[in-house]
């Protein structure tokens, strides 16, 4: 399958000059789940980059795009097994391991980008930081973005809650998004990204949700006629770390990966807010057809929804929830 999308300048942006040769005391191995010319690589080529750089080559991590060491369940299995040292990955996908991870994942809480983040970067993110370290895994303080998600579809355009009814629509393989889309009154089928396209093709399924710069990257207008402006979730990466492989770095050395984490992850929310803002048009060009959808009947028949999973996640979290997105029960 071809990809392309969105790329920083030319591919020099990417390929960056590396220090004089030396041998790095820790050689590690990075993985993400999205295709080269997404934000998040180029970024995160940037601030390995910057690490090893910084590190003077003591530590130097090689970067695997667009799932090359395995789909996601395979790299997170990979990670928390020590053969992946660092791996970027929804909150839904830790969910299998860390429950409270999906609490991003929450349909139709989030406003936007900037409020999750405010709330991710604050006290609910230390919260879920801090259940995810119980785990053996390290998630550094500032997450990357995916982006509110949208639905697409090959069938028939969403524009009210009642066009879900039925409708066979891929979730990534989380507890809480499966919940989510059949509360909502849809089959959602649990299929990793890779597959994803293929699926769409083979009417496997028909519809998926995803940001704007996902549908983009991994050209699912090729297989999808109708785009509709859900905003249903806002879903973001956190750079984890395994647990025994972090500790070996010296504090230093973390300091320098925290640091740089921080400076690109602020980069890469704002190649993604830009390029949300052009993608619709583009979209349109490419051949979907653009819905507007009111949110609010999605958000009353999600009621019983937001009460299975305040009691899954508890008072202290959901509280820490609600005070960016306003009452959910």
């Known amino acids: 399958m071809r990809r ?23 050689s590690y191995k990075y993985a993400h789940n999205l295709p080269v010319g997404h934000p998040l690589h180029v970024r995160t080529v940037q601030l390995w980059h910057e690490v090893r750089n910084a590190t003077r080559g003591r530590l130097d991590v090689t970067v695997f795009p667009n799932n090359q060491l ?21 909150g839904g996908l830790i969910g299998s391991v860390v429950p409270l991870a999906q609490i ?30 119980a785990k053996d ?17 090959s069938t028939k355009p969403v524009v009210s809650v009642g066009d879900l009814a039925g409708l066979r629509i891929r979730t990534p393989p989380s507890a809480l998004w499966v919940d989510l889309f059949r509360t909502l009154g849809a089959a959602p ?25 996902g549908i983009e990257a991994t050209r699912l207008y090729e ?3 109708y785009l509709s402006f859900t905003n249903h979730m ?7 770390a395994n647990g025994e492989a972090w500790k070996a770095l010296p504090p230093d050395v973390q300091a320098i990966v925290v640091r740089a984490n921080a400076r690109y992850a602020a980069k890469q929310r704002r190649d993604v807010a830009l390029l949300n803002d052009s993608l619709a048009d583009k979209l349109h060009r490419r051949g979907l057809e653009l819905h507007r959808v ?36």
């Not at 395995?70 to 929804?90: E, K, N, V, W």
């Open 234 to 240: 806002w879903a973001g990466y956190w750079m984890l």
């Open 104 to 133: 991003e994942n929450l349909g139709f809480a989030f406003r936007d980008a900037p409020a999750a983040f405010r709330a991710m970067d604050g006290e609910l993110g230390s919260i879920v930081r801090a259940a995810i370290g």
């Open 137 to 153: 895994l390290v998630a550094l303080d500032r997450m990357w973005d995916n982006g509110m998600r949208q639905i697409t579809t």
């Open 189 to 213: 089928t649990p299929i990793p990204g890779a597959e994803l396209y293929l699926a769409l093709q083979t009417h496997v399924v028909d519809g998926q949700e995803n940001a704007l710069a």
């Open 4 to 26: 392309s999308g969105f790329v920083l300048g030319t591919a020099a942006s990417v390929a960056l000059p590396r220090m004089p040769a030396r041998a790095a005391e820790w």
């Open 223 to 225: 297989v999808q006629k």
């Open 294 to 329: 009111e949110q609010r009947p999605f958000r009353e028949k999600l009621r019983p929804f937001y009460a299975k999973w305040k009691a899954e996640f508890g008072d202290r979290a959901w509280s820490a929830l609600e005070r960016f997105t306003g009452t959910l029960t």
């Open 70 to 90: 395995g789909a996601d369940p395979s790299a997170l299995a990979q990670l928390r097994s020590g053969a992946i040292q660092f791996f970027t990955a929804s």
